[in-house]
């Protein structure tokens, strides 16, 4: 079975730094390109980052930039999303998804990511 | 990178059709034919439902088909089911190397 499980999420005050983790199984980790997508409850889902199959190549939506860090550990399976200097706006849902044909075929169930003081 | 259009809401009832809308610009729906659509019931994570615009993953019902004419998208769901009812997003690789996610819509089946 294929499975994505998000972890890591919690109250950071703003201005803090979180690490959110995504361990994956069943499927060859290595082979596919990997998401981070957000959601705001009740609001619209929210692209955040990619990163290719060896890690060498990223990007980021322009809210982000700068501020978060994509990577992955092919040799643990766990994908990471490295959150600097946040704000109250990143106040989200954050999922991973696995890449395939430019679209998002497997997706987790998300950890919540509240941004208050 | 500014969202995808999307109707906030449509409606239908069962058996009956209805499609969503999805309009972009020329440098994402209107560029590539990387459009994609999923379903997301509430309090669940999304599932996809199209890829590359038109293409069906295994296991997604063929009442679900896609389309696009220029920078507009569609989704089509016919013969509407009460377990449609959810919101649906389309979304689009762009030529900045990133995705965009519409608005999303509410389908509501009376």
């Known amino acids: 079975e294929v499975r994505l499980v998000e972890s890591g999420g919690g109250l950071v005050q703003p201005g803090g730094s979180l690490r959110l983790s995504c361990v994956v199984s069943g499927f060859s980790f290595s082979n596919y390109l990997m998401h981070w997508v957000r959601q705001v409850p009740g609001k619209g889902l929210v692209w955040v980052s990619r990163?290719?199959?060896?890690?060498?190549?990223?990007s980021y939506a322009d809210s982000v930039r700068g501020r978060f860090t994509i990577s992955r550990d092919n040799a643990k399976n766990t994908l990471y999303l490295q959150m600097n200097s946040l704000r109250d706006e990143d106040t989200a849902v954050y999922y991973c998804s696995r890449g395939t044909f430019y679209a998002m075929d497997v997706w987790g169930q998300g950890t919540t990511v509240t941004v208050s003081s | 990178q500014s969202a995808l259009t999307q109707p906030p809401s449509v409606s239908g009832s069962p058996g009956q059709s209805v499609t969503i809308s999805c309009t972009g610009t020329s440098s994402d729906v209107g560029h590539y034919n990387c459009v994609s659509w999923y379903q997301q019931p509430p309090g669940t994570a999304p599932k996809l439902m199209i890829y590359d615009v038109t293409n069906r993953p295994s296991g997604v019902p063929d009442r679900f088909s896609g389309s696009k004419s220029g920078n507009t998208a569609s989704l089509t769901i016919s013969g509407l089911q009460v377990e449609d009812e959810a919101d649906y997003y389309c979304?689009?690789?762009?030529?900045?190397?990133?995705?965009?996610f519409g608005g999303g819509t509410k389908l509501t089946v009376l």
């Open positions: 990163i290719n199959s060896d890690g060498r190549t990223t």
């Open positions: 979304t689009s690789y762009t030529t900045a190397n990133t995705w965009v």
